[in-house]
């Protein structure tokens, strides 16, 4: 058993290697992917604040605070 152990080790842990190395590729892929997205989409907001300052630079506006949930689903101020 020992012996068929040694011989099969070295394969399986190289098996396991490749398989780590595909899946950290893809991870690497998809946050990359991730990036870009949230990149336009920052640049968006971006274009839509700078335009909105264009439009409304001189003007003042209150925020309003946002209702907020606690337990028991009830919504209050």
């Given at each position: 058993?020992?012996?068929d ?21 893809s ?45 028991g ?5």
């Amino acid at each position: 058993m020992n012996v068929d152990l040694q011989e099969e080790l070295p394969s399986l842990w190289n098996s396991c290697v490749g398989f780590y190395v595909n899946t950290f590729q893809s991870i690497a892929g998809l946050e990359e992917n991730f990036h870009k997205e949230m990149s336009k989409l920052n640049q968006n907001l971006n274009d839509v604040l700078v335009s909105l300052e264009k439009q409304h630079g001189s003007n003042t506006f209150t925020v309003k605070a946002q209702p907020r949930c606690v337990r028991g689903g009830l919504w209050h101020p």
